[in-house]
């Protein structure tokens, strides 16, 4: 083999040489070859004495004349549309740009320049070059180029131009078929079969490949080209041993090797030559890209060799670009199953807490034990898919369990059952030590046979309630999923129960008030009916003294004891009768038997009637009266009866508590009614009625913000907020709202700013 090492570009290119293999010791990415009979001579080319090219400014070609076309090995065809830099030498491509940027600042002058033309076969003619601009062919200029004197010299023989040429062209051409290649597939095995097929194509030879060193002593042949006529060596059972003693040879440093193919080689590959070309990558040996030549003697040219080892230095890229590319398949890969393992687990949990939540909800809506403990061995069966599903209490003061709930689908029922405690101390243990577990039974059960069984308690921060068992057939194992869900909703079914409880003992409290209320307003109601017959009797009685006084001539001096002690009788009887009777109106306004008698008034001549009675009290106390009605007032239908006991009520209450020169207030109008929260959000639905709104207000006096959600409250006076210390008995209020509800409608109060006001709400039509 012949040792190159200097410029291939400028080394002998005729020569024949005698067969030998040398390596480069100082070189460890030398070429090893072996080599015979160098290529013969190419023909010249005849070019005729002048051609026309037609281009526009930016050198492309419009026109060209057909003879010269083909002369050259084009057709017209190849070169319409073409640019004319291609056709000349890249050197001159400079001084060609000069000329046509010269046309195009001074088109009356024509420029000339001594240029070299080519030719498809690497074969360059030096041409006398004119440039100039067809005149009259504005406003598009027209460029005219000549080629003059093709006669003068031809190149006959490849010059080192010509090889220079040759082999950077089809060094191009090479990386843009793997180039090609790499875009369309990032796999190493298709980028390397191109690489080969395209190298045995451009050095028209008979075998190419690449071989994969894996270690010292093994490797593998990854692609290989191979001509029709060759056998292919991935397939050879012995093809290998000759590549890895290449690899061993190199890896050893050895500086020569023996001249001459070895007798493997030549016999058994039918090899007359070969090169082999050391890839590397990451400065460590990865294999070879290795050239045969089975058919005749060869002779490598040493363009051809520096194309090669170029290759395999281009190579390093592509590999280190193909590992890339498998490293982040791979890593893709693991995320993809890791994402997908992230996924099940996320699905999984997501159905657990669908099924928690569904559980969940079913249980917790409920207050009924029954229903609760119901609702949770059903869904437990349906959601882990097991044959049985029970629910036991425990009664802890006497030690027993029983079975109060069971859902199965295919076992002997157990429910009613009840068991002690102390009975199976090695599961009661563990259950009351608030402990879930799972075990299989060792003995059959006489009834359900040999069944695996998962135990849970129920419990919370007082202790156990009960347990929930889980009962499957004997090669059933429950999973942590299983056991959690179950534990789960035993801490659910520990929550309800507990208020459930809760709630039948606060509806046991609350029916034990109702009944005392009951008692309380029969009490009251039968004591008001027992008292309102001997109040009438002393009240019949007061009168009868005082027309007896009257007549005895005691009541005739003003301000003796006997008018004061007269006057006091009066009005605590009389506070007596207004309380008994507003306590028996309380008891008919409760039972809610007494029918209303509607009658139509008119509110604007009614008010002033209905607070007639109140002038003179008003003027003793020096307060003011205001009366207004809206215009627009319609007749009002009402039930006469409740709505003057009302205002009676209101205005009795404003005369209590309004300070002297304060005013008192009665107004009544029309209000728009406030829209329902169901019908806040209709916007098509038709408006609702306006209201009638009576409202009774005084100046001077402000409740208390806590105070104002007690005032309606039965027996229940504001402290401190009596000035004329007229007392009361805190039914007044009471009695209003009770009325206002019979009415249909309803009672509001508002203080701020130094003014109280009660708000009347009635339908137009009740």
């Not at 010299?153 to 191009?172: G, S, Y």
């Not at 890895?244 to 440093?253: A, L, Y």
Request: proline share 5%.
């Amino acid at each position: 083999m012949a040792q190159h090492s200097a410029d291939p570009l400028f080394s002998d290119h005729g020569a024949t040489r005698d067969a030998s293999i040398q390596v480069n010791a100082q070189s460890r990415s030398e070429i090893l070859v072996t080599q015979f009979v160098a290529q013969p001579s190419r023909p010249s080319v005849t070019v005729p004495p002048s051609i026309h090219f037609t281009l526009d400014l930016a050198g492309t070609i419009l026109a060209v004349n057909p003879q010269s076309a083909s002369s050259l090995g084009y057709t017209v065809s190849d070169l319409l549309g073409r640019s004319v830099m291609s056709l000349f030498l890249r050197s001159d491509e400079a001084c060609l740009q000069s000329a046509l940027d010269a046309c195009r600042l001074e088109p009356d002058q024509a420029q000339q320049a001594i240029l070299h033309l080519a030719a498809p076969n690497y074969r360059f003619v030096v041409q006398q070059v004119t440039v100039q601009v067809l005149q009259g062919s504005a406003p598009i200029p027209i460029v005219l180029l000549t080629c003059e004197n093709a006669q003068l010299h031809v190149v006959q023989e490849p010059t080192f131009l010509d090889r220079a040429i040759q082999q950077q062209a089809k060094w191009e051409k090479l990386l843009q078929v793997i180039a090609q290649a790499a875009r369309q597939s990032f796999e190493l095995t298709f980028v390397l079969s191109t690489a080969v097929n395209e190298v045995r194509q451009i050095l028209h030879t008979d075998r190419v490949l690449i071989y994969r060193s894996h270690t010292r002593t093994t490797g593998s042949i990854l692609v290989e080209s191979v001509a029709a006529t060759c056998e292919a060596l991935q397939t050879h059972p012995d093809a290998n041993r000759a590549f890895q003693q290449f690899c061993i040879q190199w890896q050893n440093g050895a500086a020569v090797i023996p001249s001459g193919l070895d007798q493997f080689t030549c016999d058994q590959l039918y090899v007359q030559a070969e090169a082999m070309i050391p890839v590397m990558l990451q400065d460590e040996l990865w294999g070879f890209l290795a050239v045969h030549h089975c058919h005749g003697d060869r002779l490598w040219e040493p363009w051809e060799l520096n194309l090669l080892q170029q290759l395999a230095t281009h190579l390093e890229s592509v590999i280190q670009q193909a590992e890339l590319y498998r490293e982040v398949r791979r890593l893709n890969s693991t995320l993809e199953r890791q994402i997908q393992a992230q996924t099940a687990e996320l699905q999984l949990a997501f159905e657990f807490e669908e099924t928690l939540k569904r559980i969940t909800d079913n249980v917790r809506d409920s207050l009924d034990e029954k229903q609760i403990l119901e609702t949770a061995v059903k869904e437990l069966v349906q959601a882990v898919g097991i044959s049985c599903c029970n629910a036991a209490l425990y009664n802890l003061e006497t030690g027993v369990s029983t079975v109060h709930y069971e859902y199965t689908t295919d076992l002997f029922p157990y429910q009613g059952r009840s068991v002690s405690l102390d009975a199976f101390p090695e599961i009661y243990c563990q259950l009351l030590q608030e402990q879930a577990f799972q075990f299989c039974s060792l003995v059959p059960n006489p009834v359900r046979g040999r069944v695996s069984m998962l135990a849970c308690p129920i419990f919370d921060n007082k202790g156990v309630l009960g347990d929930l068992w889980l009962i499957n057939q004997s090669y059933y194992g429950f999973t942590k999923q299983d056991i959690r869900l179950v534990q789960q909703v035993a801490n659910q079914c520990a929550i309800a129960l507990r208020q459930a409880r809760l709630y039948q003992a606060a509806q046991a409290q609350v029916e034990e008030l109702e009944r005392l209320s009951r008692l309380k307003d029969d009490f009251l109601s039968t004591v008001s009916h027992e008292l309102r017959t001997p109040m009438a009797n002393i009240k019949m009685s007061i009168q009868m003294l005082t027309v007896a006084l009257k007549q005895a001539g005691a009541l005739e001096e003003q301000g003796t004891k006997a008018i004061q002690y007269l006057k006091i009788l009066q009005s605590e009887c009389q506070r007596e009768i207004s309380l008994i009777n507003n306590l028996l109106d309380l008891s008919r306004l409760d039972s809610d038997l007494q029918p209303l008698n509607l009658v139509q008034i008119n509110l604007a001549s009614w008010l002033p009637v209905v607070a007639q009675p109140f002038l003179d009290r008003i003027q003793e106390h020096q307060q003011q009266l205001e009366i207004q009605v809206a215009a627009n007032l319609p007749a009002y239908t009402t039930d006469l009866s409740h709505l003057e006991r009302i205002v009676n009520e209101l205005l009795q209450n404003a005369c209590k508590y309004t300070p002297a020169r304060e005013t008192i207030a009665i107004s009544a109008q029309l209000v728009p009614s406030e829209p329902t929260s169901g019908e806040a959000n209709a916007t098509t639905a038709a408006p609702n009625p306006p209201l009638f709104c009576l409202c009774v207000s005084n100046t001077g006096i402000e409740i208390p913000a806590e105070e104002l959600p007690r005032v309606f409250d039965k027996f229940y006076r504001i402290p401190n907020h009596d000035p004329w210390q007229h007392g009361g008995t805190g039914l007044g209020l009471a009695l209003v709202k009770k009325l206002a509800e019979r009415l249909q409608g309803q009672i509001k109060v508002e203080s701020t700013a130094g003014r109280t006001s009660f708000l009347l709400l009635l339908p137009l039509q009740p």
